[in-house]
C-alpha cells in the first residue's frame, strides 16, 4: 500500500515562507522520482517542481523562490517556499513516479502516486 502525506500547509501573509513535507510508505523511497503539483481555486492542477534523478525541475513561476529537497533516510521530499504571493494559493500535492526517462516529469499522468494535498493560502 503506497501512502503520500502531505503536511506543512497553512496561512501566510504575502511574502511569509512555508516548508510543505510529504512523508512516502508502501515504496522504496530512492527509486521513485518525486513532484509538486499545486491547483488553485477554480483552476486545474499544475506543475510547481520535480526531483529527478538528473536534478531538479521548476515551474517558471516558481523559480528563485521555492527549493525541493529530499531526504532519503526519512523517506520525505520538502518543499521550500519564500516570497509567496497571493497567486500561490492553493492545494499542493506530492506524487511520486518510477519512470527514470524524465521527460515528462511536468505532466500529471507521469504520477501514478499522489498524496490527499495540503492548502496554503497567501493573504495580500
Known amino acids: 500500500q503506497v501512502q503520500l502525506i502531505e503536511s506543512g500547509g497553512g496561512l501566510v501573509q504575502a511574502g511569509g515562507s512555508l516548508r510543505l513535507s510529504c512523508a512516502a510508505s508502501g515504496l522504496t523511497f530512492s527509486n521513485y522520482a518525486m513532484g509538486w503539483f499545486r491547483q488553485p481555486p477554480g483552476k486545474e492542477r499544475e506543475f510547481v517542481s520535480a526531483?529527478?534523478?538528473?536534478?531538479?525541475r521548476y515551474a517558471d513561476s516558481v523559480k528563485g523562490r521555492f527549493a525541493i529537497s529530499r531526504d532519503n533516510t526519512k523517506n520525505t521530499v520538502y518543499l521550500r517556499m519564500d516570497s509567496l504571493k497571493p497567486e500561490d494559493t492553493a492545494v499542493y500535492y506530492c506524487a511520486a513516479t518510477a519512470d527514470r526517462r524524465g521527460d515528462t516529469y511536468s505532466q500529471t499522468y507521469e504520477y501514478p502516486y499522489w498524496g490527499q494535498g495540503t492548502q496554503v493560502t497567501v493573504s495580500s
Open positions: 526531483i529527478l534523478w538528473s536534478g531538479p
